[in-house]
Structure formats: C-alpha cells, structure tokens
C-alpha cells in the first residue's frame, strides 16, 4: 500500500513533526505499506529520508506561504504526482495540505485522511475538515466532528499520538529542583506566563530551583527581553536534539499553552518520570486529572501558575505517588505500536 504524507514543515521542536518522526520509524518495519512525504520546509528534514521512499519539499505548500497561487501550484504539482506515482491515501496533517489533497482526489479518485492534532479557530476560507476520514487525537476533537461538523463515526477512528518508551535511568538528585518548560518559542505556547509566574515566586522557593526554556522560535527575543526586565534568572538553552536526556535530568516539567491537542512534550516528560504542571488546555482531562496524577492551572494565570510551582517545589518530596501515576498512564494510553497498528489498520480499512 502506498501512502503520501503531507505536512507542513518537519522542524525539530514540534509536535506533528514529533508524531511524524515516531510513526514513521515503527511502520517502516512493515513491508506491506510504503510512505512518501511532502512537507514546505523545516530543520529536522534529514531526520526522515531513511524513513520514508522519498521527501518532496514544496515551499508553496507552506501555510505561511499561503495565497491563490501557492494553492493552485501545490494543486497541479501533487495532481501531476499522483499520475505519475498512483498513491493509494492521501494523508494529511494539516488543513491547508488537506485541502490540496482533497481537491486532488475528486479527480484522482483517491482516499484522503486527515489526522486532526487540535481544534483551532474556525477563520479563513478554507474548510479545516475536508477530507473524507478522520484521525483524531484526543476525545474532544473526536466528539466535535461528530457533533459539530456531523461527520460519520465510521470515518473516525481516536488513535493517541505514540510515544517510544526509553529505559528509564536512575534521576540523581539535584542539588536544585531543575524546572523546565519546552516548545516552539511562539506566543500561543504561553512562556510568558512561565517567565511571569517565576517573577511571582518567594526568594525561598528560587533558592530550592533553576528554571529552563528549551525551543526556538519567532518569539524568542521577546522572551528573553521580558526575562530581563523582569529580572527573572531563566536559562534559555535553545533546540534539543535529545529531548528525552534532556528530560532525564529535569524534575519539573512546566506546560502552559493556550491551546494544544495533546502535547506530546508532556507524555515525554512523564515517561521520564517529571512532575507535570499543565494549563487547562481544551481536552487537558481526556488524561490529567489535577492533584491525582498532575498539578493543573487556568490558561494565562501566572499568578495561580506560581502557586502550583512553588506549591511542587516545597513539596516535591511528597509527590512521587503523582509522577508515577502519571507515568503508569502515559505508558498504557501513549504505546508506540498501539498507536502505528491502528493507524495501518485503519488504512486498510478503507481500501476495502
């Protein structure tokens, strides 16, 4: 079976490139499916060329790149791919490649999926939801497009994004609490809020912690300015390769977006045993339940964001019954293979 991928950039700190990377590297084991990739660009391309046939790199199919003439010259560059190449899915993960995908299909006769990772408002032109099947990834999205956009519960399958399950080292004990927060540095990501309720906290709790940012991104000058002006002692330490040794060494992990499918940052961190302290992001408690197996705060209240942290830093000690509740979790609901043998299954499904 032969499956093309379209997504919009393959970066390092991102969640859909993360997914990608994960998935791919378990389904190529299988010989029955062969993947093909187009995405717009990225700094993580390399990662994926032993892991796949073949990568297209279209910079017209950038979203940021969007325009009439950007849509119709990804239009007739993946019509002319698909006759000469005869895929049997179209699979997209986003909604401007779904689009190009789908119109492509009604003349190619294809079957187009689409991997929903999060619900984002519904503005601009373009439907969001226009392929013909649907792979969700947390219960919210799964519920809306049954409920609100009246799709077929056929055509949907839930599947959790899935994780690798690293071997877990022994933590050593550090002398200072290490707290960290990692994503792309964009606003929607909320480090602002990070930055600000470190700002709030006790002279006693920043003495037991050191704070860390890991990402890149558009944002990052102005993170870095509103850490100097508000004094905050915070250690940028930019793109991670390694994110999981990364994490191996951290205590605290710190989510604070403003939106999210399901961050896969926080299954990583918990899978390396750190306490997670997370935004009640739409669809949060489809897997955190706060003071059970996390400590949860409203979106963009830095104030009740320091709280949490310094409610972990002077506890920390007890919470270990919360950290590996969490891990248990993230270890059942977040399985690799689960999730590449669902998705292959799906597949054939429909094709027969």
Known sequence: MRILILTNQLLTTCGVSKHLLYFLKEAKKNPDFEF?????????????????KEIFVWPWILHNNRSFRCFSKSFYKLLALQKKEKFDIFHSHNHYAANIAKIVSVISKIKTV???????????RLNHYPSEYFITVNEQVYDYLIKQRRKSIEKIRLIRSGVPIQALTTKGTNKKLKII????????????????????????????????IAGCGEYEMELKKLSNELNVQINFIGEVKDFNA?????????LASQSEGFPLTIIEAALNKNLIISSNFLGYDSILQNNINCLIFNIDDAQELAEKISYAIQNFKDLHSMINKMYELAVK????????????????EILN
Do not use: W
């Not at 093909?36 to 796949?52: E, F, K």
């Not at 994503?183 to 002279?203: S, W, Y």
């Open 36 to 52: 093909t990739l187009i995405c717009g660009g990225g700094d993580a391309i390399n990662d994926y060329r032993n892991l796949v």
């Open 114 to 124: 689409q991997t929903v990772h999060g619900l984002i408002e519904p503005i601009g």
């Open 181 to 212: 927060s990692a994503g792309r540095l964009i606003p929607e990501k909320g480090f602002d809020v990070f930055i600000k309720a470190i700002r709030k906290l006790k002279v006693s709790d920043l003495e037991r912690a050191e704070f860390l």
């Open 246 to 254: 990364c994490l191996s060494s951290t205590d605290i992990f710190v």
């Open 333 to 348: 609901e977040f399985d690799l293979n689960k999730m590449v043998d669902k998705t292959l299954n799906f597949y054939s």
